[in-house]
T-cell receptor, first 111, second 112 residues
Framework: GEQVEQRPPHLSVREGDSAFIICTYT??????FYWYKQEPGAGLQLLMS?????DRKEEQGLTVLLNKKDKRLSLNLTAAHPGDSAVYFC??????????FGKGTHLHVLP | AQTIHQWPVAEIKAVGSPLSLGCTIK??????LYWYWQATGGTLQQLFY??????VESVVQLNLSASRPKDDQFILSTEKLLLSHSGFYLC???????????FGSGTRLLVI
């Protein structure tokens, strides 16, 4: 079945710097990709969804890149601030009714 | 606007005791519903999904069961809790099979 690897597991950046998270997946037929943010003790907040025909998507300081050839999905937070500190998960829609998540990246933005 | 509500917010339960967690979606008819489990500090693992009332599909066996007694309600339960059931339980809904999932705020469960 589909495998999703996410790295790094932990990331510390200074306020104003960029934070880069990457996920790789195995099933080339995967069509939908997501990035979620989870703050301590809270549910998941959808940051961005990307369909497989999109290579790049930018919204509000977030850039998602999808490289289908290498089966790689990335998230770049530009100009991170302390409020961005959270756990970030990538997720892929493997088939109808099933979404697989990466193991998460604990992002810590230092003031 | 659609809202998703999970209850309770948190529970501390004894090993061997029963459990029932609830999830309600308002503002959307016939949503697809999902239960996820997250071990402390871990990733999310899909447990069940439901496309319609009375129908639930199991994804992972964790000695838990789920039911959908009403269109807007999804229940996760077990008759005997294990220590390994501790974690964070998240309910989610989606419009279609391949659309975004919207998650609830979760229920934190500690089994002692």
């Amino acid at each position: 079945g589909e495998q999703v690897e996410q790295r790094p597991p932990h990331l510390s950046v200074r306020e104003g710097d960029s934070a880069f998270i990457i996920c790789t997946y195995t099933d080339s037929a995967t069509a939908y990709f997501y990035w979620y943010k989870q703050e301590p003790g809270a549910g998941l907040q959808l940051l961005m969804s990307v369909f497989s025909n999109v290579d790049r998507k930018e919204e509000q300081g977030l850039t998602v890149l999808l490289n289908k050839k290498d089966k790689r999905l990335s998230l770049n937070l530009t100009a991170a601030h302390p409020g961005d500190s959270a756990v970030y998960f990538c997720a892929v829609h493997t088939n109808a009714y099933k979404v697989i998540f990466g193991k998460g990246t604990h992002l810590h933005v230092l003031p | 606007a659609q809202t998703i509500h999970q209850w309770p917010v948190a529970e501390i339960k004894a090993v061997g005791s029963p459990l029932s967690l609830g999830c309600t979606i308002k503002g959307k008819s016939s949503p697809n519903l999902y239960w996820y489990w997250q071990a402390t500090g871990g990733t999310l693992q899909q447990l069940f999904y439901s496309i319609t009332v009375g129908q639930v599909e199991s994804v992972v066996q964790l000695n838990l069961s789920a039911s959908r007694p009403k269109d807007d309600q999804f229940i996760l339960s077990t008759e005997k809790l294990l220590l390994s059931h501790s974690g964070f339980y998240l309910c989610a809904w989606s419009l279609t099979a391949n659309s975004d999932y919207t998650f609830g705020s979760g229920t934190r469960l500690l089994v002692i």
